[in-house]
């Protein structure tokens, strides 16, 4: 378990620069899908949780999910499809504030 509030998991931790956690997490809230996994935040004494890419709004065939954070401070994510495209999906750049 990472931090508080994880309903159902936390995948996936790494450590920012800046001495967050960040880590892939499913969020359910009011939604009926297990597929809506996304990437958020937490400072290492359990405070400041919040979402870094978030699946609420997303399409219920995406998961976002393998992130890091590169030598320039910025955090890559993939977002990737289930089922029928059976694929990769998109990665993202982002500012990792």
């Known amino acids: 378990m990472i931090g508080h509030l994880n309903i159902n998991g936390a995948l996936h931790?790494?450590?920012?620069?800046?001495?967050?956690?960040?880590?892939?997490?499913?969020?359910?809230?009011?939604?009926r899908d297990a597929r809506t996994w996304a990437i958020w935040t937490i400072h290492p004494d359990g405070t400041v949780?919040?979402?870094?890419?978030?699946?609420?709004?997303?399409?219920?065939?995406?998961?976002?999910?393998?992130?890091?954070?590169?030598?320039?401070?910025?955090?890559?994510?993939?977002?990737?499809?289930?089922?029928?495209a059976i694929g990769f999906g998109t990665y993202f750049k982002m500012s990792a504030s």
């Open 13 to 31: 931790p790494t450590i920012l620069k800046d001495g967050r956690v960040m880590f892939t997490s499913f969020e359910s809230e009011a939604l």
């Open 49 to 84: 949780w919040a979402p870094l890419f978030s699946a609420l709004g997303a399409s219920s065939e995406t998961a976002r999910h393998f992130m890091t954070q590169i030598s320039d401070g910025h955090i890559i994510a993939e977002e990737y499809y289930f089922q029928h």
